[in-house]
């Protein structure tokens, strides 16, 4: 669980709020701004019987212009700035295992850099179209997940989440973690005296206090599908923006790949609101796009 916390303070406010495309889905992977800033050209004196004409560079095309992770921007013949896949040899070298990563493919990439410029190397094949970035470190063996178990899974999600909110409650000192809408939502949580503290629970008190507090649930439900509903903001979760929960979550808790894929109900590679919140245990009369906020 102490893991778990951590896991979430390091996504939370800005920075789960922040794109969720697969290739920003790094705790620690954000966006990366490519060119350089604007030359200042500094003239001298000059003769006064001189006409001179000051130059001044024009700004750098680049410059402010986003390119997805695996690419870098570079200036075409006509000056327009174009993202062309980044160079391997140009990231970083890994200097511990824990900047690996795993892909679909069950390959072990140095880290999240040599993976998605892998995947653009790929781009507009169908093994570039199925590869994604799996799972945070290197590739090992995940147990399958047995169908006990994958009922077990939403038992200590929703928990999780619970926890996640009021943990940010307590710490958002500078307003900066949650909203004032948020806070407000969190608060009634947070000073409920039958609220269930953070601990390591049995399943059958985990599903004792979900069918007694239901209504503590509900929003850290539909808070999370709004954190990672970000690019676009559509009502659907993609798979590239369920990356940041799911991507750390696999090496911990096994049933991850096959609960998120029993979210899609109708198979359609998209997570809508509803569907999430039913994989939750939530109500349909319950399911409200008004609490995600």
């Not at 951590?6 to 992977?29: D, H, Q, R, Y």
């Not at 019987?49 to 695996?70: F, Q, R, S, T, W």
């Not at 206090?209 to 559509?234: A, R, T």
Request: glycine share 4%.
């Amino acid at each position: 669980m102490r893991m778990w916390l951590i896991f979430a303070l390091c996504l939370a406010g800005k920075a789960l709020a922040a794109p969720t495309e697969e290739e920003k889905m790094l705790v620690e992977v954000q966006d990366m701004e490519v060119g350089a800033n604007p030359v200042q050209v500094e003239t001298g004196e000059f003769d006064e019987a001189i006409e001179v004409e000051e130059d001044v560079v024009a700004e750098n095309p680049c410059l402010n212009y986003h390119c997805k992770k695996g690419k870098v921007c570079e200036v075409d013949e006509s000056n327009t700035p174009v993202c062309v896949c980044q160079d391997p040899s140009t990231c970083p070298e890994a200097t511990s295992e824990y900047e690996h990563v795993c892909g679909t493919d069950n390959k072990t990439y140095d880290s999240s850099c040599h993976f998605f410029t892998s995947k653009c190397a790929l781009e507009g094949t169908k093994k570039g179209h199925k590869l994604h970035l799996d799972y945070i470190g290197p590739c090992k063996y995940i147990a399958p997940c047995m169908d006990l178990e994958l009922t077990e899974f939403p038992l200590r999600m929703r928990d999780w989440l619970k926890n996640v909110l009021v943990t940010l409650y307590e710490r958002d000192e500078d307003n900066n973690l949650l909203t004032e809408k948020q806070k407000l939502r969190v608060k009634k949580i947070y000073e409920n005296a039958k609220r269930l503290e953070a601990g390591d629970h049995s399943l059958d008190l985990l599903a004792h206090d979900f069918e007694k507090n239901y209504n503590m649930y509900i929003f850290p439900v539909h808070w999370q599908f709004g954190q990672l509903d970000q690019h676009p903001v559509d009502g659907y979760l993609s798979h590239t923006e369920l990356a940041p929960l799911r991507a750390p979550l696999i090496p911990m808790e096994h049933c991850t790949t096959r609960f998120f894929e029993q979210c899609d109900s109708d198979n359609d590679k998209y997570i809508a609101l509803e569907e999430w919140a039913g994989c939750f245990g939530i109500k349909d009369q319950d399911v409200d796009k008004d609490l995600v906020i």
